[in-house]
């Protein structure tokens, strides 16, 4: 347990008649440490166990969805069962890149420090189109980088991950409950963009399970609303593109795709 000093002070601004109210930007602190804990599991099911083994060899260009799936599957199951094998990562692979880049699949992640696509699917340079932001909240730059991605790379797949007990969710989850006031802060855009989901997570459910259900109605939003793009959706259409929600466990590192 933290000592008592060392827990982040929740910002609290005078109302009026003398009461406070709880900022934004303090819930953000709190759900720095509430993402730390174990509040709450992946969500979805994933098929049947990928057993971890050697990295097969792949075309320098991949066009399959599938086939870029199951390299992400098969990656995580390395680094789940901790049998990495660090592929792609030497110095003829770096020379190579540098002429150009064929990625297989974007991952739109979590800033979380605890989630970076390369080492969770144990990829290496020049195999994932990687963008990330807190709660993986879609905003105009975010978009035209996916689109970039899709578009000039030609990339099959797009994967939008959430993580167990994203701080992000967490202090959506609390400002919502608390009814807490902007921050003034870019922060409130965060909050924003993730309250849709976290206002149809069950509110009946447990501290744990509401916050569980809210990353992944996140991340099924998230899938939605890249899919109803016109670019994107076109590529989808044209089969060129599929689009999946996935999470991300911190304790066992299992991806769980939805």
Request: some cysteine; aromatic content about 4%; proline content about 7%.
């Amino acid at each position: 347990m933290l000592p008592e000093n060392a827990l982040p002070t929740t910002d609290r601004e005078p109302e009026p008649g003398g009461g406070t109210a709880t900022t934004r930007r303090g819930l953000f602190r709190w759900g720095a440490v509430l993402g730390g804990g174990a509040l709450a599991t992946a969500c979805g099911t994933d098929g049947a166990p990928v057993v971890p083994g050697a990295v097969r060899e792949r075309p320098e260009e991949i066009a399959d969805p599938d086939v870029a799936l199951e390299l992400l599957r098969e990656g995580n199951a390395r680094f789940a069962g901790a049998r990495e094998q660090h592929p792609a990562r030497a110095e003829e692979r770096r020379l190579r890149v540098a002429e150009g880049q064929h990625p297989f699949a974007v991952v739109l992640s979590c800033s979380d420090s605890r989630v970076p696509p390369e080492l969770v699917f144990d990829q290496g340079l020049g195999d994932l189109f990687v963008v990330r932001t807190a709660g993986q909240v879609v905003a105009p730059p975010v978009l035209g980088s996916i689109q970039y991605g899709v578009e000039h790379l030609h990339v099959p797949l797009l994967v939008v991950l959430g993580h167990e007990g994203c701080g992000a969710v967490s202090a959506t989850l609390e400002a919502v409950e608390k009814g807490s006031g902007p921050s003034g802060t870019a922060i409130d855009s965060l909050v924003d963009a993730i309250r849709p989901s976290v206002e149809r997570a069950p509110a009946g459910a447990g501290g744990a399970d509401r916050l569980a259900e809210a990353v992944r109605l996140n991340v099924a939003d998230g899938v939605a609303a890249l899919s109803a793009d016109p670019l994107l959706a076109g590529a989808v259409q044209a089969g060129h593109l599929r689009v999946v929600g996935a999470t991300y466990d911190l304790h066992d590192g299992e991806v769980a795709f939805l």
